[in-house]
């Protein structure tokens, strides 16, 4: 069973900046990719940003250039520093993580997510 905790969302003006983290946890053998996701109200999620394993990047045109998404291996921890935040960047944001258990069986697995507002 893999668990992914995530942690730094919160209140923030616009211009300002958050840190999200989210860390995994249980038998794992690898991590083929991390990233986040994002779901405001009244519409779908959407993908935010990923990494890999090998640690290429992709993000959603709407955060390029204001976000980026980076991962500890060692710590089995991503994160997303989030900059130049915008109303319409809150959202619930939520963590995936894709790879192998430590029985080699593919899992595809969702924190619980965290609430970022950012508002005046």
């Known amino acids: 069973q893999v668990q992914l905790v995530e942690s730094g969302g919160g209140l923030v003006q616009p211009g300002g900046s958050l840190r999200l983290s989210c860390a995994a946890s249980?038998?794992?053998?690898?991590?083929?990719?991390m990233g986040w996701y994002r779901q405001a109200p009244g519409k779908q999620r959407e993908l935010v940003a990923t990494?890999?394993?090998?640690?290429?990047?992709t993000y959603a045109d709407s955060v390029k250039g204001r976000f980026t998404i980076s991962r500890d291996n060692a710590k089995n921890t991503v994160y997303l520093q989030m900059n130049s935040l915008k109303p319409e960047d809150t959202a619930v944001y939520y963590c995936?993580?894709?790879?192998?258990?430590?029985?080699?069986?593919?899992?595809?697995?969702w924190g619980q997510g965290t609430q970022v507002t950012v508002s005046s």
């Open positions: 995936n993580a894709k790879g192998y258990s430590s029985a080699w069986l593919l899992f595809d697995q």
């Open positions: 990494i890999t394993s090998a640690g290429s990047t």
């Open positions: 249980g038998r794992i053998s690898r991590f083929n990719a």
